[in-house]
Protein backbone atom coordinates (compact mmCIF):
# COMPACT_ATOMS: atom_id res chain seq x y z
CA UNK A 1 0.00 0.00 0.00
CA UNK A 2 2.56 2.41 0.85
CA UNK A 3 4.73 1.53 -2.46
CA UNK A 4 1.44 2.56 -4.31
CA UNK A 5 1.45 6.02 -2.39
CA UNK A 6 4.60 6.52 -3.35
CA UNK A 7 4.24 5.65 -6.74
CA UNK A 8 1.29 8.49 -7.80
CA UNK A 9 3.30 10.39 -5.31
CA UNK A 10 5.99 10.24 -7.98
CA UNK A 11 3.42 10.41 -11.14
CA UNK A 12 2.29 13.38 -9.38
CA UNK A 13 5.56 15.26 -8.94
CA UNK A 14 5.99 13.92 -13.03
CA UNK A 15 2.82 15.53 -13.82
CA UNK A 16 3.55 18.69 -12.03
CA UNK A 17 7.14 19.24 -13.44
CA UNK A 18 5.34 18.67 -16.74
CA UNK A 19 2.78 21.52 -16.08
CA UNK A 20 5.51 23.57 -15.00
CA UNK A 21 7.65 23.59 -17.86
CA UNK A 22 4.60 24.58 -19.84
CA UNK A 23 5.16 27.96 -18.56
CA UNK A 24 8.71 28.55 -18.21
CA UNK A 25 9.11 29.43 -21.84
CA UNK A 26 8.83 33.56 -22.91
CA UNK A 27 8.18 35.10 -26.26
CA UNK A 28 10.09 38.21 -25.12
CA UNK A 29 7.86 40.76 -26.86
CA UNK A 30 8.57 44.50 -25.98
CA UNK A 31 6.51 47.61 -27.48
CA UNK A 32 10.27 49.40 -28.34
CA UNK A 33 10.27 46.59 -30.99
CA UNK A 34 8.01 48.07 -32.88
CA UNK A 35 8.53 49.81 -36.13
CA UNK A 36 6.56 52.47 -36.77
CA UNK A 37 8.24 53.92 -40.41
CA UNK A 38 6.72 49.43 -41.14
CA UNK A 39 3.00 50.45 -39.56
CA UNK A 40 1.49 51.04 -43.31
CA UNK A 41 3.07 46.91 -43.80
CA UNK A 42 1.63 45.75 -40.53
CA UNK A 43 -1.58 46.80 -41.86
CA UNK A 44 -2.22 45.14 -45.18
CA UNK A 45 -3.02 41.24 -43.69
CA UNK A 46 -5.67 43.18 -41.61
CA UNK A 47 -7.16 45.29 -44.55
CA UNK A 48 -7.34 42.06 -46.68
CA UNK A 49 -8.83 40.01 -43.99
CA UNK A 50 -11.40 42.67 -43.07
CA UNK A 51 -12.40 43.04 -46.80
CA UNK A 52 -13.10 39.35 -46.94
CA UNK A 53 -15.64 39.90 -43.73
CA UNK A 54 -16.96 43.04 -44.97
CA UNK A 55 -18.64 42.42 -48.68
CA UNK A 56 -20.56 39.64 -48.78
CA UNK A 57 -23.36 38.59 -51.39
CA UNK A 58 -27.07 39.44 -50.32
CA UNK A 59 -29.36 36.64 -52.12
CA UNK A 60 -28.65 32.80 -51.30
CA UNK A 61 -27.65 30.89 -54.12
CA UNK A 62 -26.75 26.78 -54.20
CA UNK A 63 -24.72 24.91 -56.22
CA UNK A 64 -24.08 20.92 -55.68
CA UNK A 65 -26.18 21.55 -52.71
CA UNK A 66 -23.44 23.63 -51.13
CA UNK A 67 -24.90 27.22 -50.26
CA UNK A 68 -23.33 30.71 -51.20
CA UNK A 69 -21.48 31.22 -47.95
CA UNK A 70 -20.31 27.54 -48.22
CA UNK A 71 -18.99 28.22 -52.00
CA UNK A 72 -17.34 31.68 -50.89
CA UNK A 73 -15.05 29.76 -48.42
CA UNK A 74 -14.03 27.29 -51.80
CA UNK A 75 -13.21 30.75 -53.79
CA UNK A 76 -11.08 31.77 -51.01
CA UNK A 77 -9.48 28.69 -50.38
CA UNK A 78 -8.19 28.52 -54.12
CA UNK A 79 -6.81 32.17 -54.12
CA UNK A 80 -4.49 30.88 -50.51
CA UNK A 81 -3.84 27.93 -52.87
CA UNK A 82 -1.98 29.41 -55.61
CA UNK A 83 0.64 30.79 -53.63
CA UNK A 84 1.78 27.51 -52.87
CA UNK A 85 3.47 27.78 -56.48
CA UNK A 86 3.89 30.87 -56.63
CA UNK A 87 7.67 32.33 -56.93
CA UNK A 88 9.09 34.65 -54.21
CA UNK A 89 9.82 37.48 -56.76
CA UNK A 90 6.13 37.70 -58.13
CA UNK A 91 4.25 37.41 -54.95
CA UNK A 92 4.59 41.72 -54.21
CA UNK A 93 3.97 42.38 -57.98
CA UNK A 94 0.84 39.59 -57.50
CA UNK A 95 -0.31 41.55 -54.79
CA UNK A 96 -1.07 44.75 -56.37
CA UNK A 97 -2.43 43.03 -59.56
CA UNK A 98 -5.23 41.31 -57.16
CA UNK A 99 -6.02 44.67 -55.90
CA UNK A 100 -6.39 46.26 -59.02
CA UNK A 101 -8.08 43.49 -60.07
CA UNK A 102 -10.62 43.07 -56.87
CA UNK A 103 -11.53 46.81 -57.06
CA UNK A 104 -12.55 46.34 -61.36
CA UNK A 105 -14.85 43.52 -59.97
CA UNK A 106 -16.19 45.57 -56.81
CA UNK A 107 -17.31 48.28 -59.84
CA UNK A 108 -18.98 45.80 -62.18
CA UNK A 109 -20.64 44.12 -58.93
CA UNK A 110 -22.83 47.10 -58.52
CA UNK A 111 -23.59 48.06 -62.21
CA UNK A 112 -24.54 44.22 -62.71
CA UNK A 113 -27.73 43.02 -62.49
CA UNK A 114 -28.95 40.16 -59.85
CA UNK A 115 -28.60 36.99 -61.28
CA UNK A 116 -25.69 34.34 -62.64
CA UNK A 117 -23.47 36.93 -63.79
CA UNK A 118 -23.33 39.24 -60.67
CA UNK A 119 -22.78 35.76 -58.68
CA UNK A 120 -20.10 34.59 -60.78
CA UNK A 121 -18.56 38.29 -60.36
CA UNK A 122 -19.11 37.64 -56.64
CA UNK A 123 -17.05 34.24 -56.76
CA UNK A 124 -14.24 36.02 -58.98
CA UNK A 125 -13.85 39.17 -56.53
CA UNK A 126 -13.57 36.23 -53.67
CA UNK A 127 -11.12 34.40 -55.65
CA UNK A 128 -8.84 37.39 -55.98
CA UNK A 129 -9.69 38.06 -51.70
CA UNK A 130 -7.87 35.07 -50.72
CA UNK A 131 -5.24 36.05 -53.24
CA UNK A 132 -4.54 39.02 -52.16
CA UNK A 133 -4.91 37.35 -48.26
CA UNK A 134 -2.13 35.33 -48.96
CA UNK A 135 0.10 37.51 -50.47
CA UNK A 136 -0.49 40.15 -47.45
CA UNK A 137 0.32 37.03 -44.92
CA UNK A 138 4.02 36.20 -46.57
CA UNK A 139 4.54 39.92 -45.64
CA UNK A 140 2.93 39.09 -42.39
CA UNK A 141 5.08 36.06 -41.75
CA UNK A 142 8.14 37.48 -43.36
CA UNK A 143 8.22 41.58 -42.80
CA UNK A 144 7.22 42.02 -39.79
CA UNK A 145 8.06 41.05 -35.94
CA UNK A 146 6.22 39.26 -33.08
CA UNK A 147 4.87 42.13 -31.60
CA UNK A 148 3.92 44.21 -34.77
CA UNK A 149 1.96 40.67 -35.78
CA UNK A 150 0.34 41.18 -32.40
CA UNK A 151 -0.46 44.48 -33.45
CA UNK A 152 -1.89 43.70 -36.72
CA UNK A 153 -4.24 41.15 -35.28
CA UNK A 154 -5.77 43.11 -32.96
CA UNK A 155 -6.42 45.91 -35.49
CA UNK A 156 -8.70 42.55 -36.93
CA UNK A 157 -10.52 42.02 -33.59
CA UNK A 158 -11.36 45.17 -33.17
CA UNK A 159 -12.68 45.46 -36.31
CA UNK A 160 -15.01 41.98 -34.82
CA UNK A 161 -15.60 43.44 -31.99
CA UNK A 162 -16.81 46.49 -33.36
CA UNK A 163 -19.06 44.11 -36.24
CA UNK A 164 -21.11 42.25 -33.32
CA UNK A 165 -21.20 44.33 -31.15
CA UNK A 166 -23.12 47.35 -33.13
CA UNK A 167 -25.14 43.95 -34.18
CA UNK A 168 -28.04 44.73 -31.61
CA UNK A 169 -27.24 48.47 -31.39
CA UNK A 170 -27.55 48.90 -35.54
CA UNK A 171 -29.58 46.34 -36.48
CA UNK A 172 -28.76 47.54 -40.17
CA UNK A 173 -25.00 47.67 -39.83
CA UNK A 174 -24.51 44.31 -40.91
CA UNK A 175 -26.22 45.01 -44.15
CA UNK A 176 -23.79 47.60 -45.20
CA UNK A 177 -21.81 44.13 -46.70
CA UNK A 178 -23.98 44.89 -49.97
CA UNK A 179 -24.68 48.33 -50.10
CA UNK A 180 -22.81 52.01 -51.28
CA UNK A 181 -21.85 52.14 -48.00
CA UNK A 182 -19.94 48.38 -47.80
CA UNK A 183 -18.75 48.75 -51.66
CA UNK A 184 -16.91 52.61 -50.43
CA UNK A 185 -15.15 51.22 -47.39
CA UNK A 186 -13.66 48.02 -49.54
CA UNK A 187 -12.69 50.40 -52.46
CA UNK A 188 -11.76 52.31 -49.55
CA UNK A 189 -8.99 49.37 -47.82
CA UNK A 190 -7.97 48.26 -51.19
CA UNK A 191 -6.43 51.53 -52.44
CA UNK A 192 -4.83 51.81 -49.13
CA UNK A 193 -3.11 48.43 -49.73
CA UNK A 194 -2.52 48.87 -53.33
CA UNK A 195 -0.30 52.14 -51.91
CA UNK A 196 0.39 50.75 -48.31
CA UNK A 197 2.49 47.55 -50.54
CA UNK A 198 3.97 49.96 -53.91
CA UNK A 199 6.78 50.85 -52.50
CA UNK A 200 7.69 47.88 -50.73
CA UNK A 201 10.92 46.15 -52.31
CA UNK A 202 11.40 42.04 -51.88
CA UNK A 203 14.95 43.33 -50.14
CA UNK A 204 13.34 44.26 -46.59
CA UNK A 205 11.76 40.38 -46.36
CA UNK A 206 14.15 38.54 -44.63
CA UNK A 207 16.23 35.38 -46.45
CA UNK A 208 14.01 32.64 -47.42
CA UNK A 209 16.38 30.05 -48.45
CA UNK A 210 16.13 27.48 -45.42
CA UNK A 211 14.85 24.29 -45.68
CA UNK A 212 12.70 25.09 -42.66
CA UNK A 213 13.19 21.43 -41.01
CA UNK A 214 13.27 21.52 -37.35
CA UNK A 215 11.64 24.73 -37.14
CA UNK A 216 8.56 23.38 -35.69
CA UNK A 217 6.01 24.76 -38.40
CA UNK A 218 4.44 21.62 -39.67
CA UNK A 219 3.29 20.86 -35.61
CA UNK A 220 1.72 24.91 -35.27
CA UNK A 221 -0.11 24.11 -38.69
CA UNK A 222 -1.15 21.27 -37.54
CA UNK A 223 -2.91 23.54 -34.04
CA UNK A 224 -4.10 25.41 -36.78
CA UNK A 225 -5.91 22.71 -38.51
CA UNK A 226 -7.46 21.89 -34.84
CA UNK A 227 -8.37 25.32 -34.59
CA UNK A 228 -10.20 25.37 -37.31
CA UNK A 229 -11.74 22.18 -36.35
CA UNK A 230 -12.78 23.52 -33.45
CA UNK A 231 -14.60 26.88 -34.64
CA UNK A 232 -16.37 25.05 -37.52
CA UNK A 233 -18.03 22.85 -34.97
CA UNK A 234 -18.73 26.07 -32.69
CA UNK A 235 -20.37 27.92 -35.39
CA UNK A 236 -22.48 24.60 -36.14
CA UNK A 237 -23.63 24.87 -32.76
CA UNK A 238 -24.34 27.95 -32.41
CA UNK A 239 -24.52 30.32 -35.47
CA UNK A 240 -27.32 27.83 -37.38
CA UNK A 241 -29.78 28.27 -34.55
CA UNK A 242 -28.97 32.28 -33.69
CA UNK A 243 -28.85 31.48 -30.11
CA UNK A 244 -25.92 33.84 -29.25
CA UNK A 245 -26.45 37.15 -28.02
CA UNK A 246 -23.99 38.95 -30.91
CA UNK A 247 -23.14 41.99 -27.98
CA UNK A 248 -21.75 39.56 -25.43
CA UNK A 249 -19.99 37.83 -28.01
CA UNK A 250 -18.25 40.97 -29.16
CA UNK A 251 -17.52 42.12 -25.64
CA UNK A 252 -15.66 38.92 -25.63
CA UNK A 253 -13.79 39.87 -28.59
CA UNK A 254 -12.77 43.01 -27.00
CA UNK A 255 -11.70 41.73 -23.69
CA UNK A 256 -9.44 39.23 -25.65
CA UNK A 257 -7.86 41.52 -27.08
CA UNK A 258 -6.64 43.55 -23.87
CA UNK A 259 -5.55 39.69 -22.57
CA UNK A 260 -3.49 38.87 -25.20
CA UNK A 261 -1.78 42.05 -24.54
CA UNK A 262 -1.46 42.23 -20.71
CA UNK A 263 -0.40 38.65 -20.77
CA UNK A 264 2.40 38.65 -23.47
CA UNK A 265 3.74 42.23 -23.42
CA UNK A 266 3.10 43.35 -19.74
CA UNK A 267 3.91 39.91 -17.77
CA UNK A 268 5.94 38.47 -20.79
CA UNK A 269 4.46 35.09 -20.84
CA UNK A 270 4.50 32.29 -23.43
CA UNK A 271 2.11 32.28 -26.71
CA UNK A 272 1.05 28.83 -25.12
CA UNK A 273 -0.72 30.64 -22.42
CA UNK A 274 -3.20 32.40 -24.64
CA UNK A 275 -3.69 28.41 -26.43
CA UNK A 276 -4.62 27.05 -23.54
CA UNK A 277 -7.32 29.92 -22.85
CA UNK A 278 -8.45 29.27 -26.23
CA UNK A 279 -9.25 25.95 -25.31
CA UNK A 280 -10.70 26.48 -22.19
CA UNK A 281 -13.06 29.44 -22.69
CA UNK A 282 -14.17 28.28 -25.97
CA UNK A 283 -15.41 24.89 -24.46
CA UNK A 284 -16.64 26.71 -20.92
CA UNK A 285 -18.91 28.90 -22.98
CA UNK A 286 -20.21 26.05 -25.47
CA UNK A 287 -21.06 23.96 -22.80
CA UNK A 288 -22.88 26.86 -20.99
CA UNK A 289 -24.93 27.97 -24.24
CA UNK A 290 -25.88 23.84 -24.22
CA UNK A 291 -28.08 24.60 -21.17
CA UNK A 292 -30.10 26.94 -24.02
CA UNK A 293 -31.97 29.07 -21.12
CA UNK A 294 -31.89 33.08 -21.98
CA UNK A 295 -30.53 33.34 -18.55
CA UNK A 296 -26.85 31.70 -19.38
CA UNK A 297 -26.66 32.90 -23.03
CA UNK A 298 -25.07 36.41 -22.26
CA UNK A 299 -22.46 34.69 -20.28
CA UNK A 300 -22.06 31.56 -22.49
CA UNK A 301 -21.78 34.06 -25.54
CA UNK A 302 -19.00 36.01 -23.97
CA UNK A 303 -16.78 33.17 -23.04
CA UNK A 304 -17.28 31.65 -26.56
CA UNK A 305 -16.52 35.48 -27.78
CA UNK A 306 -13.42 35.49 -25.81
CA UNK A 307 -12.23 32.38 -26.64
CA UNK A 308 -12.73 32.39 -30.43
CA UNK A 309 -10.83 35.33 -30.36
CA UNK A 310 -8.22 34.26 -28.80
CA UNK A 311 -7.66 31.26 -30.71
CA UNK A 312 -8.07 33.31 -34.15
CA UNK A 313 -5.28 35.87 -32.59
CA UNK A 314 -2.70 32.89 -31.71
CA UNK A 315 -3.15 30.89 -34.30
CA UNK A 316 -2.35 33.19 -36.46
CA UNK A 317 0.59 34.81 -34.46
CA UNK A 318 2.28 31.45 -33.58
CA UNK A 319 2.04 29.91 -37.30
CA UNK A 320 3.32 33.34 -38.86
CA UNK A 321 6.10 33.53 -36.14
CA UNK A 322 7.51 29.75 -37.08
CA UNK A 323 7.49 30.32 -40.80
CA UNK A 324 9.99 33.39 -40.12
CA UNK A 325 11.73 31.61 -38.12
CA UNK A 326 11.74 28.46 -40.52
CA UNK A 327 13.18 31.44 -43.00
CA UNK A 328 11.62 29.26 -45.61
CA UNK A 329 9.43 29.79 -48.44
CA UNK A 330 8.60 26.18 -48.05
CA UNK A 331 6.91 26.63 -44.99
CA UNK A 332 4.71 29.28 -45.98
CA UNK A 333 3.79 27.70 -49.23
CA UNK A 334 2.96 24.29 -47.26
CA UNK A 335 0.82 26.67 -45.29
CA UNK A 336 -1.17 28.29 -48.18
CA UNK A 337 -1.81 24.43 -48.95
CA UNK A 338 -2.96 23.60 -45.61
CA UNK A 339 -5.66 26.71 -45.82
CA UNK A 340 -6.51 25.39 -48.77
CA UNK A 341 -7.37 21.96 -47.44
CA UNK A 342 -9.45 23.35 -44.74
CA UNK A 343 -11.66 26.21 -46.45
CA UNK A 344 -11.83 23.30 -49.56
CA UNK A 345 -12.04 20.32 -48.05
CA UNK A 346 -12.61 20.30 -44.15
CA UNK A 347 -15.51 23.10 -44.44
CA UNK A 348 -17.07 20.50 -47.45
CA UNK A 349 -17.10 17.80 -45.39
CA UNK A 350 -18.36 19.22 -42.13
CA UNK A 351 -21.51 21.17 -44.78
CA UNK A 352 -21.98 17.86 -46.20
CA UNK A 353 -22.25 15.79 -42.46
CA UNK A 354 -24.39 18.70 -41.56
CA UNK A 355 -27.17 18.31 -44.14
CA UNK A 356 -28.16 15.40 -42.76
CA UNK A 357 -29.36 16.67 -39.63
CA UNK A 358 -33.10 18.76 -39.56
CA UNK A 359 -31.79 20.92 -37.08
CA UNK A 360 -28.22 21.09 -35.46
CA UNK A 361 -27.14 17.95 -33.08
CA UNK A 362 -25.76 20.21 -30.39
CA UNK A 363 -24.52 17.62 -27.75
CA UNK A 364 -22.90 15.46 -30.58
CA UNK A 365 -21.22 18.81 -32.06
CA UNK A 366 -20.02 19.94 -28.00
CA UNK A 367 -18.31 16.08 -27.49
CA UNK A 368 -16.51 16.93 -30.72
CA UNK A 369 -14.96 20.14 -29.60
CA UNK A 370 -14.48 18.26 -26.32
CA UNK A 371 -12.59 15.49 -28.26
CA UNK A 372 -10.08 18.01 -29.95
CA UNK A 373 -9.39 19.93 -27.34
CA UNK A 374 -8.83 16.87 -24.84
CA UNK A 375 -5.89 15.85 -27.79
CA UNK A 376 -4.68 19.70 -27.71
CA UNK A 377 -4.29 18.59 -23.68
CA UNK A 378 -2.84 15.29 -24.50
CA UNK A 379 0.06 16.37 -26.91
CA UNK A 380 0.51 19.53 -24.92
CA UNK A 381 4.40 18.10 -24.19
CA UNK A 382 4.99 17.76 -27.32
CA UNK A 383 3.56 20.71 -28.60
CA UNK A 384 5.53 22.93 -25.87
CA UNK A 385 8.68 21.21 -26.93
CA UNK A 386 8.40 21.76 -30.63
CA UNK A 387 6.95 25.55 -30.48
CA UNK A 388 8.28 27.19 -27.01
CA UNK A 389 11.59 25.72 -26.11
CA UNK A 390 13.24 27.75 -29.30
CA UNK A 391 13.57 31.05 -28.81
CA UNK A 392 11.04 33.13 -30.46
CA UNK A 393 12.35 36.33 -29.44
CA UNK A 394 12.30 39.86 -31.37
CA UNK A 395 15.54 41.11 -29.96
CA UNK A 396 19.39 41.04 -30.85
CA UNK A 397 21.65 38.10 -30.98
CA UNK A 398 25.84 38.35 -29.35
CA UNK A 399 26.54 36.22 -32.10
CA UNK A 400 26.04 38.96 -34.47
CA UNK A 401 28.20 41.22 -32.24
CA UNK A 402 31.79 41.20 -33.26
CA UNK A 403 33.01 42.17 -29.76
CA UNK A 404 31.29 39.61 -27.76
CA UNK A 405 31.85 36.49 -30.63
CA UNK A 406 34.92 35.33 -28.92
CA UNK A 407 33.13 35.23 -25.42
CA UNK A 408 30.35 33.64 -26.78
CA UNK A 409 32.52 30.40 -28.57
CA UNK A 410 34.46 30.12 -24.95
CA UNK A 411 30.68 29.84 -23.44
CA UNK A 412 29.66 27.46 -25.51
CA UNK A 413 32.39 25.40 -25.33
CA UNK A 414 31.98 24.77 -21.56
CA UNK A 415 28.24 24.55 -21.92
CA UNK A 416 28.92 21.55 -24.26
CA UNK A 417 32.15 20.21 -21.83
CA UNK A 418 30.10 20.50 -18.82
CA UNK A 419 26.60 19.50 -20.16
CA UNK A 420 25.12 22.70 -19.02
CA UNK A 421 22.10 22.24 -21.66
CA UNK A 422 22.00 25.76 -21.65
CA UNK A 423 19.73 27.44 -24.13
CA UNK A 424 21.49 30.13 -26.37
CA UNK A 425 20.11 32.91 -24.46
CA UNK A 426 21.08 31.46 -21.30
CA UNK A 427 24.32 31.56 -23.15
CA UNK A 428 24.08 35.21 -24.15
CA UNK A 429 23.06 35.42 -20.41
CA UNK A 430 25.89 34.01 -18.78
CA UNK A 431 28.56 35.91 -21.37
CA UNK A 432 27.86 38.96 -20.16
CA UNK A 433 27.29 38.67 -17.23
CA UNK A 434 30.94 37.59 -16.56
CA UNK A 435 31.35 40.75 -18.46
CA UNK A 436 30.47 42.62 -15.54
CA UNK A 437 27.17 43.93 -17.32
CA UNK A 438 24.69 44.49 -14.85
CA UNK A 439 21.02 42.83 -16.10
CA UNK A 440 19.48 46.53 -16.90
CA UNK A 441 22.38 46.70 -19.39
CA UNK A 442 22.27 43.67 -20.71
CA UNK A 443 18.14 44.41 -22.11
CA UNK A 444 18.96 47.33 -23.17
CA UNK A 445 22.14 45.60 -25.24
CA UNK A 446 19.57 42.43 -26.50
CA UNK A 447 16.91 44.88 -26.90
CA UNK A 448 14.71 42.69 -23.97
CA UNK A 449 13.32 43.11 -21.60
CA UNK A 450 14.45 43.19 -17.87
CA UNK A 451 12.19 40.85 -16.49
CA UNK A 452 13.14 38.37 -19.85
CA UNK A 453 16.49 38.92 -18.33
CA UNK A 454 15.69 37.90 -15.11
CA UNK A 455 13.88 35.05 -16.32
CA UNK A 456 17.13 33.88 -18.13
CA UNK A 457 19.36 34.27 -15.17
CA UNK A 458 17.15 32.49 -12.97
CA UNK A 459 17.15 29.35 -15.20
CA UNK A 460 20.73 30.29 -15.71
CA UNK A 461 21.46 29.64 -11.98
CA UNK A 462 19.40 27.29 -11.19
CA UNK A 463 21.37 24.68 -14.31
CA UNK A 464 24.55 25.96 -12.68
CA UNK A 465 23.75 25.32 -9.22
CA UNK A 466 24.63 28.40 -7.69
CA UNK A 467 22.56 31.63 -5.76
CA UNK A 468 24.21 34.46 -6.64
CA UNK A 469 26.39 36.42 -9.36
CA UNK A 470 29.52 36.34 -7.02
CA UNK A 471 29.45 32.64 -7.24
CA UNK A 472 29.31 32.70 -10.72
CA UNK A 473 32.29 34.56 -11.00
CA UNK A 474 34.00 32.55 -8.09
CA UNK A 475 33.41 29.67 -10.37
CA UNK A 476 33.86 30.53 -14.27
CA UNK A 477 35.73 34.17 -13.97
CA UNK A 478 39.15 32.50 -14.44
CA UNK A 479 37.59 30.67 -18.09
CA UNK A 480 36.47 33.32 -20.14
Not at 28 to 46: A, G, M, Q
Not at 84 to 113: G, R
Not at 178 to 188: D, P, Q, R
Not at 250 to 261: D, E, N, P, W
Request: with cysteine; proline share 2%; charged share 15%.
Amino acid sequence: MQLKQQGYKVLFNRISVIIKNFFQTRDELSFRNIRFNLLPVLLVFPFSVIISNLRYYGHSIAIAGFATNELMFFMLGSGWLILSFISKKLIIPLLKISVIISAVLLIFLFFTPMGSLQFALYMAFKFCNGFCTACAFYLFCFVLNNVERLAGMAVIQLYYGFYYLSWNILPDFHMTGTSWTGAAVTFFLLIIIFFYSAGLKTGTIVNTESSGKGSGVVSVIGLGVVHYMIMCMSNYIEWSENSVSGFAFGLGTIISIALVFIIQLLKGKSALYIWLMFLAFTLFGLGILLLDTEAVISSGSFFYGLGDSLGYIIICYMCAGAIKRSKSLRMYRIYCFVFFIQYFIISGIFSFYFNYFDEPNRFLAFVVVLVLVSLCLLFMPVIQKKLFEADWTDGLYLRDMEEYSKPLVETQEINKKEKLNLTPREQEIFTLLLKGTPPKEIAYTLKISYETVHHHQKNLYRKLGIQSIQELFAKYSRVI
